[in-house]
């Protein structure tokens, strides 16, 4: 796995594919507490990097090999060639053949949305005839859903569509999604992905595939930087500020082991990204974004995939491929040129259907001639939001799955109150707040970490 999707985590000479399997044979009392990695999730809803809840367990790196000498574990590295090395894969198609061979006899569903990324996997497939169906999750009708209907009927194929809401949540499944998570991830964000694969499960799917990580065949993670994106000064603070954590975190709900490392987060977490510093701004941001992002927050999601329903792919973080993406000329990425040309090229009626985004996926002159103002406004609506984001600690002009009477919902719940006892008697809450009043976005993330401690605790 050179992409560095999958988790393994190793103690001492013991290594795992769970985290929680590993405590129970080991025996919680041998470990202890890593605070700053719990701070960590409470800010992010993720641990990054090799790091874990505890200081002893570590995740294993994507260069790293495992080796047994006798009863000794040893650790070597692969040397895996730098992302800006020409990649294996003379082109983008000749990648997509390749993954044509592994998916035959494979029953395959593909996730279809409003975006350009999802329109392109599926467009590249049907166009090498591989059969796979489209599905979607949804918490409510969307314009996302709706072009996603409208793409998946070009296609000749019917969307499948999970609807979920967290008011329909009960007590024993949040119990379940912290199994299931492996204590890896919010398990109120997982929830939506969990209904998903239990219908994608009862169809026999044999794997699934995601068009996560597209942004590396874009624009969209540079937009900080525009129109400047051949910089030899990276802005890795701005990107933080915009793109990691744009909205101010609330320290002072955290307890007395706890808030000091949120207060140092963003201090700490500039100095370990500085190593992805490349020679011109873009390619640090996107260095940043496949190292930092995608192997920690998408790898979750593939892991527990894997572990638990059916084989799940997501081909843009495929290393190989992401070197394509990493080496193209800045300008193929801007106006998500590179994609436009082969939507285009496979499905030209499919490519003049706009996404979320307003525009069209099409190459052609007078399509993107008409796409000019969209995209424009596009971006400056992205900027609009990041900036109020910034300045309100809101979040405007997006559609949400979720709606606000789900949290409510959860908020009521005996187990959401019994972890504020455990999480108060470990220090990791504030004392004299109520756990009643945690913003909507950490209630997962609070649950989440009062069951793990709940788990150390027994």
């Given at each position: 796995?050179?992409?560095?999707?999958?988790?393994?985590?190793?103690?001492?000479?013991i290594?795992?594919?769970?985290?929680?399997?590993l405590?129970?044979?080991?025996?919680p009392?041998?470990?202890?507490?890593?605070?700053?990695?719990?701070?960590?999730?409470?800010?992010?809803?993720?641990?990054?990097?090799?790091e874990?809840?505890?200081?002893?367990?570590?995740?294993?790196?994507?260069?790293?090999?495992?080796?047994?000498?006798?009863?000794?574990?040893?650790?070597?590295h692969?040397?895996l060639?730098?992302?800006?090395?020409?990649?294996?894969?003379?082109?983008?198609?000749?990648?997509?053949?390749?993954?044509?061979?592994?998916?035959?006899?494979?029953?395959?569903?593909?996730?279809?949305?409003?975006?350009?990324?999802s329109?392109l996997?599926?467009?590249?497939?049907?166009?090498?005839?591989?059969?796979?169906?489209?599905?979607?999750?949804?918490?409510?009708?969307?314009?996302?859903?709706?072009?996603?209907?409208?793409?998946?009927?070009m296609l000749g194929?019917?969307?499948q569509?999970?609807f979920?809401?967290?008011?329909?949540?009960?007590?024993?499944?949040?119990?379940?999604?912290?199994?299931?998570?492996?204590a890896?991830?919010?398990?109120?964000?997982?929830?939506?992905?969990?209904?998903l694969s239990?219908?994608?499960?009862?169809r026999?799917?044999?794997?699934?595939?995601?068009?996560?990580?597209?942004?590396l065949?874009?624009?969209?993670?540079?937009?900080?930087?525009?129109?400047?994106?051949?910089k030899?000064?990276?802005?890795?603070?701005?990107?933080?500020?915009?793109r990691?954590?744009?909205?101010?975190?609330p320290h002072?709900?955290?307890?007395?082991?706890?808030?000091?490392?949120?207060?140092?987060?963003?201090?700490?977490l500039?100095?370990?990204?500085?190593?992805?510093?490349?020679?011109?701004?873009?390619?640090?941001?996107?260095?940043i974004?496949?190292?930092?992002n995608?192997?920690?927050?998408?790898?979750?999601?593939?892991?527990?995939?894997?572990?638990h329903?059916?084989?799940?792919?997501?081909?843009?973080?495929?290393?190989?491929?992401?070197?394509?993406?990493?080496?193209?000329?800045r300008?193929?990425?801007?106006?998500?040129?590179?994609?436009?040309?082969?939507?285009?090229?496979c499905?030209?009626?499919?490519?003049?259907?706009?996404t979320?985004?307003?525009?069209?996926?099409?190459?052609e002159?007078?399509?993107?001639?008409?796409?000019?103002?969209?995209?424009?406004?596009?971006?400056?609506?992205?900027?609009?939001?990041?900036?109020?984001?910034k300045?309100?600690?809101?979040?405007y002009?997006?559609?949400?799955?979720?709606?606000?009477?789900?949290y409510?919902h959860?908020?009521?719940?005996?187990?959401?109150?019994q972890?504020?006892?455990?999480?108060?008697?470990?220090?990791?809450?504030n004392?004299?707040?109520?756990?009643?009043?945690?913003?909507?976005?950490?209630?997962?993330?609070?649950l989440?970490?009062?069951?793990?401690?709940?788990?150390?605790?027994?």
């Open positions: 796995d050179n992409s560095g999707m999958y988790k393994i985590f190793i103690y001492k000479n290594i795992s594919t769970s985290f929680l399997e405590i129970d044979f080991i025996g009392s041998s470990f202890s507490l890593n605070f700053k990695s719990i701070s960590e999730f409470f800010h992010f809803g993720f641990v990054y990097f090799n874990t809840f505890l200081n002893e367990v570590k995740k294993v790196n994507d260069n790293d090999l495992i080796f047994w000498q006798g009863e000794n574990l040893l650790l070597k692969k040397h060639t730098e992302l800006t090395t020409a990649s294996k894969y003379s082109t983008f198609d000749h990648y997509f053949c390749s993954l044509k061979k592994v998916l035959q006899g494979k029953k395959v569903s593909l996730d279809l949305t409003g975006g350009i990324d329109r996997l599926c467009c590249m497939l049907r166009s090498l005839d591989v059969d796979f169906e489209v599905a979607f999750c949804a918490g409510q009708e969307t314009l996302d859903l709706q072009i996603a209907k409208t793409i998946a009927g194929k019917e969307l569509v999970t979920q809401s967290l008011t329909n949540i009960t007590e024993k499944k949040l119990l379940e999604l912290f199994e299931l998570t492996d890896q991830m919010d398990i109120l964000t997982y929830y939506p992905a969990s209904c239990n219908d994608r499960k009862s026999n799917i044999d794997m699934q595939i995601s068009g996560v990580g597209g942004e065949y874009r624009e969209q993670r540079w937009l900080q930087d525009f129109p400047f994106y051949k030899r000064n990276s802005n890795i603070e701005r990107l933080y500020n915009l990691i954590e744009s909205v101010a975190f002072n709900l955290l307890g007395e082991k706890v808030k000091p490392h949120s207060l140092n987060t963003k201090i700490e500039l100095k370990d990204l500085d190593c992805f510093r490349m020679p011109f701004n873009t390619q640090t941001y996107d260095a974004y496949y190292n930092y995608m192997q920690t927050n998408s790898g979750t999601y593939v892991t527990i995939a894997n572990n329903y059916y084989s799940a792919y997501m081909p843009y973080v495929e290393r190989e491929l992401v070197k394509i993406g990493f080496n193209l000329n300008t193929e990425r801007v106006f998500n040129k590179f994609f436009r040309q082969h939507i285009t090229r499905f030209p009626k499919i490519a003049k259907k706009k979320t985004e307003n525009i069209s996926c099409s190459n002159n007078l399509e993107m001639l008409k796409d000019v103002w969209g995209y424009f406004f596009d971006k400056s609506k992205r900027l609009a939001k990041q900036l109020l984001r300045i309100t600690n809101q979040t002009f997006q559609e949400s799955n979720v709606k606000p009477e789900g409510d959860i908020k009521k719940m005996k187990i959401f109150k972890q504020e006892r455990v999480l108060k008697d470990f220090s990791v809450i004392k004299d707040i109520s756990i009643q009043n945690l913003p909507n976005n950490l209630l997962g993330r609070a989440t970490v009062g069951l793990f401690l709940e788990k150390m605790k027994t």
